[in-house]
């Protein structure tokens, strides 16, 4: 490929102790913990609003635990009850579980708009300085210290400056423009977990979306349906349908243009099929803004969690989040509801999630948190579920701010004492 040079100058519009890259649940969370310890914070979201996949990918339910996840994650749950935007308690109990309790549930419905909503109303009471459109696109190093972020967003590019920085892109394009070691898809070929794409649909009396001659061909027998999910909203009479769209890199420029595009086409035939075929009414209500990415990079950390981590309930000193959803890992390489592990294998016991893999190996001033922490795809395929990135999230907002105030360099954050704020800040960590 032909390369060009470009040099000029920019602004630093912003100087922060904590920068936040990625306003996702797991970027959200860490902002408003770190301007809860007391740091200036920024934080840059490429989208026009914050929430990641559970927003603008239109993820329709917190899976997993929602209590204990700490006080952001409280004050969101708060937040949504104030609404009538959320489902009721239930506590968490795997669906894979030989022991779960009739009771348990695996997570709660959300309104998708509503939360947008919520999130940002969260982060402005903290204090959080939040730059909407603002595409982080490179950095400035000092050796394996990040000493600038460059941002592109309504004014151009700009510089931000901070002490410490937190990835939170799931991308890991933080780590990735710093040149640190990082982890994509599946051992053997690299596939990742595979995208999706989801709509919301609307059930009509009569009629509903079909596709008219001359624009995409439809499908015509049920073997050619990917893996479709229509599943249940808050609201009667309106579905969110979860397609599978497989074989997509989402660090790559076109093969993720490539897969938004698939999706809506997907989504067309999809819908047309339920109508024409299945004789039913529905009509395409809205398409998310963005396919729902299950993993993009991980970066590698001081310590990488694995799934005989998972298997065996590992503890750890420096505990500062818990999973506790299953190993949702579904087959990268094909459209049908094909998953990589038998039934039997999905199900883990409650398991830690130390600090040092919130904290990127190669670098002097970088954690992470949410779907780019340091883990291997089969630990990442049960620790992506919203809950658990959130409380990732609240872990790093507390690390950085501590780096920050005491200029200590990422590695030298006691993770104990992290653990210790945690816990005053409603994080259950005992599995
Ligand atoms: C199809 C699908 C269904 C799912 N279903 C569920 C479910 O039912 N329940 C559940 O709990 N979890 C579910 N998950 C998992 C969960 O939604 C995500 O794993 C989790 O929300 C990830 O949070 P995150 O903050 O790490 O990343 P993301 O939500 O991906 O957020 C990353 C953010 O970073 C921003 N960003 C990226 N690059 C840049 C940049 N260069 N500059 C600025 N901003 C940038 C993005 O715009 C985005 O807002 C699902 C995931 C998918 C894909």
Known sequence: MKEIALTRSIPVRYEADVAVIGGGIAGVCAACSAARSGAKVVLCENFAVVGGNMTTGGVTKFCGETAGQGEVFDEIIEGLLSFGAIDSYHPYGSRYDPARKPEAGDGRLIDTELLSFVLQEILLKRGVKLLLHTRFVDLIMHGNTIAAAIVCGASGSEAVTASHYIDCTGEAQVACRAGFGSMKGRDVDGLQLPMSFKLYIEEMDEGGT??????????????????????????????????????????????????????????????????????????????????????????????????????AACTFEDAVARGVYYLDGHKPDDHGRTYILSEEERYVPPYQIPFRSLIARDGDNLFMAGRCFSADQAALSSARVSTTCAMMGQAAGIGAAIAADRRLSSHAVDGREVRRVVEKRNGALEV
């Open 210 to 311: 079909m596709i008219p001659d001359g624009w995409i061909d439809p499908i015509l027998r049920d073997e050619d349906l990917p893996m479709t999910s229509p599943n249940r909203t808050l609201y009667p009479g309106r579905r969110a349908v979860k397609i599978k769209i497989p074989l997509f890199d989402s660090t790559d420029t076109e093969s993720m243009s490539e897969a938004e595009m698939q999706g809506r086409r997907r989504a067309i035939q999809i819908v047309e099929y339920f109508n024409r075929a299945k004789g039913e009414h529905w009509r395409v209500s809205r398409f998310s803004p963005r396919i729902g990415i299950r993993e993009g990079r991980r970066i590698i950390g001081d310590y990488t969690l694995t799934l005989p981590d998972l298997r």
